[in-house]
């Protein structure tokens, strides 16, 4: 089944609210190997400017994560998970993000693209903070393999 490229400009229904732990900005950490003292101290932390730890610049990916799934979920979309490859990840931020935040997120589809066979689908999960501003947008491209 290919991939439905009338999912362009789809809009998914927002993700429950993600509470960003400390433990779990510092597990993250610790997972990309970043020794950051704004990461893991929230003394540290605070001398930076920031009320809390401040997590790695890819932690959004893990909010993003729950938004692929519901796209993954849609059976509209023709993407058969078993066949995804991560193509590509962005991030652009409005400010980073820091424990104690609550982030709202939805996705949105912006570009499908047949290319030899395979399709490549990319899309953004806006993140806002619990007071709807702007947090940071996680831009990725998943390339779904076609047919052997």
Avoid: C, W
């Avoid at 890819?58 to 994560?65: D, I």
């Avoid at 499908?112 to 806002?128: A, K």
């Amino acid at each position: 089944m290919a991939v439905n490229e009338a999912i362009i400009g789809r809009d998914y229904p927002p993700l429950p609210p993600y509470l960003v732990g400390r433990e779990k900005v510092r597990e993250f950490a610790r997972a990309v190997f970043s020794k950051l003292p704004i990461h893991h101290d929230v003394h540290a932390a605070q001398d930076a400017g920031y009320p809390d730890v401040v997590a790695p610049p890819t932690f959004p990916v893990v909010v993003q994560e729950g938004a692929l799934q519901v796209l993954l979920a849609d059976p509209d979309s023709g993407i058969d998970y078993s066949r995804i490859v991560h193509g590509e990840q962005r991030f652009d931020y409005s400010r980073p993000v820091v424990a104690g935040d609550e982030l709202h997120a939805t996705i949105h589809v912006t570009k499908v693209q047949s290319l030899g066979g395979h399709s490549m689908v990319t899309s953004e999960t806006r993140i806002n903070g619990a007071d709807g501003d702007h947090i940071v947008t996680a831009i990725s491209t998943l390339v779904v393999r076609g047919g052997e």
